[in-house]
């Protein structure tokens, strides 16, 4: 969570003060990694989306989803906030 938490928030976004939430879909594969990245709700700015898909693609690998004591994919939805404070 710590990770999430730490989107860059881009100088440029700061000073037209862009702010929003990004929901990111993505799918956590049996193995743990994380793929299949896209945009589920637009913050309204492509700036913050695009930040948003780029620092997810760098994370550490998940644990998988677990069904019957196996792992399986998982799709999983998250809100990335991006506010002015």
Same mark, same amino acid.
């Given at each position: 969570? $710590?990770?999430? =938490?730490?989107?860059?928030?881009? %100088?440029?976004?700061?000073?037209?003060?862009? $702010?929003?939430? %990004?929901?990111?879909?993505?799918?956590?594969?049996?193995?743990? *990694?994380?793929?299949?990245?896209? %945009? =589920?709700?637009?913050? +309204? *700015?492509?700036? !913050?989306?695009? =930040?948003?898909?780029?620092?997810?693609?760098?994370?550490?690998?998940?644990?998988? +989803?677990? $069904?019957? +004591?196996?792992?399986?994919?998982? *799709?999983? %939805? !998250?809100?990335?906030?991006?506010? !002015?404070?």
């Amino acid at each position: 969570m $710590q990770y999430l =938490a730490s989107i860059p928030y881009s %100088v440029e976004a700061r000073k037209k003060k862009i $702010q929003g939430t %990004v929901y990111i879909q993505f799918i956590v594969e049996k193995d743990g *990694s994380l793929t299949n990245f896209e %945009v =589920a709700r637009s913050s +309204g *700015s492509e700036m !913050l989306d695009n =930040a948003t898909i780029e620092h997810m693609k760098k994370m550490d690998n998940w644990k998988p +989803g677990m $069904q019957d +004591g196996n792992p399986v994919r998982v *799709s999983q %939805v !998250l809100p990335m906030k991006f506010k !002015l404070s």
